[in-house]
C-alpha cells in the first residue's frame, strides 16, 4: 500500500472514530497529530478517553490483523495508571481500501 494510500485509510478511521464519539455526546480535542495518541475524547460527565486510532484490517484468510500500541504507548499507559489516569485505548474503524 502506498504513503498516500496509508495516510488517506488512516485518516478515515481517525475521523470514524471521532465521529462516534461526538455521537456519544463527547467534546474532541485533536491537538496532537505529533504526540502518543490521535485526539482525546471528553464528555460533561468527566469521562476522558485517550484514543488511537486503527484501521480494521485482515488477512487473505479472513483473520483479523491485531494493532498493538507502540512501545512509548505502552510505557505512557504504566505512567497513566500510576496516577490513576485513564489508558490510550485503541479504536478500530472498518476502512478498506477502494
Known sequence: MSSVVQHRVGL??????MEYFVSKGYY?????NQGPV????MNMEGDVQFIECKS???RSDGSKIHRI???KQKELNKNLEKNNYPKIK???SD????
Open 90 to 92: 485503541i479504536f478500530y
Open 38 to 41: 490521535d485526539f482525546i475524547a
Open 12 to 17: 478515515q478511521a481517525k475521523l470514524k472514530a
Open 69 to 71: 500500541l507502540s512501545s
Open 56 to 58: 480494521l484490517a485482515k
Open 95 to 98: 476502512v478498506g481500501e477502494e
Open 28 to 32: 474532541i480535542f485533536d491537538e496532537t
